[in-house]
């Protein structure tokens, strides 16, 4: 089996929410497992002088529209959150424990709730209880959890896997590695796919 | 017959160029045409606050490999000018001197000329002589249009142009409003194209 696909995304992006709803999938149909990595854009977008995207005169408005359009277009169930965007350090250093104690497959499957709940259902996912019931539903410890998420360790460990996808030339979310070759955005997953389909080929 | 699909561009924008190759014939497809209308990136931005994406750290670089590798996926002929990006005022006033004088379609040929000459030919744009040459073949007067691109006429309906433009909430390069929806960027062609099939069922 080839490599793993590396899969990077921060909780607070909409557009990383589409892009978990498929890119499992999408790497299965070519015989590809995924590593899920989550990054914070604010860091991120120091590098690249960035700001928030919904914060950008005109086209702020433009991305809120486009991101209902986006939605309705791939058949994805999403509701703006009444508090976007937010700060996701908490559900990123949550992820990165269930990661540490529990491997990376428990650990995207807990993303992939804490996105839909997020973007879908109304959760607030700044919320440590909301994120210990979404933990719970996957068989995590809570309490051990919630001690997880506020350790040194789980901090140092979202600093050291931030650093690294920097170093990888991470600047955005989602950002997809295959076999190093850099995909930006959902809206790169058509390509994303035929890359995959090209070397599936090989 | 609908209305015309509004067009808007830089012609420093290479992913505008990708765009100029596909937008006449979609728009075919289902029975609609396409006004074509330069625009200055470099006004639009002000409003933003972005920045041309070359100069971006680290996103710059992956924008110039995600340009050869979108060119490839998509067919299209692409060579990174040598003189890139570049302040494209003249081919802008040229364009619209062109649309005063001889109507839109002739324009949006010239501006498709001048798109492939600049993104696929290696001929530098900035150039008066290389845009009169490409005029010419259009049946153009080139001495005509010289003194056209000079005069203050030309500037002002620039000016007037982008103006109008940004009225219209348009923010980048390629841009385009569909009865008043608006779609920006290349990789945005397949949600546009699912608007238009929409429209033309109903």
Chains 1, 2 share one sequence.
């Not at 005109?58 to 939605?71: C, N, P, S, W």
């Not at 959150?81 to 990123?92: D, E, G, K, R």
């Not at 210990?132 to 050291?160: C, H």
Request: charged letters at 20%; a negative charge; one cysteine or more.
């Amino acid at each position: 089996m080839s490599a793993d696909l590396e899969f990077y995304f921060d909780f607070s992006s909409p557009y990383a929410y589409f892009a978990s709803t498929r890119i499992d999938q999408m790497a299965a149909r070519y015989g590809r497992r995924v590593h899920w990595s989550p990054v914070l854009m604010a860091a991120l977008f120091k590098v690249t002088g960035s700001v928030p995207l919904p914060s950008v005169p005109v086209k702020g408005a433009y991305i809120l529209f486009d991101l209902e359009r986006t939605a309705r277009h791939h058949g994805i169930a999403y509701r703006k959150p009444a508090n976007f965007p937010i700060l996701s350090l908490a559900a990123a250093r949550a992820m990165l424990w269930i990661d540490a104690v529990q491997g990376n497959a428990r650990a995207a499957q807990f993303a992939k709730d804490c996105l839909r709940a997020y973007f879908a259902e109304g959760i607030d996912i700044t919320d440590d209880n909301e994120l210990l019931r979404l933990a719970e539903g996957l068989d995590v410890d809570p309490a051990a959890l919630l001690v997880g998420i506020k350790s040194p360790e789980a901090k140092e460990m979202f600093q050291r896997a931030s650093n690294a996808a920097l170093e990888k030339g991470v600047f955005g979310s989602p950002f997809v590695l295959v076999d190093g070759e850099p995909f930006w955005g959902f809206d790169h997953f058509d390509q994303l796919e035929a890359c995959l389909a090209g070397q599936s080929q090989r």
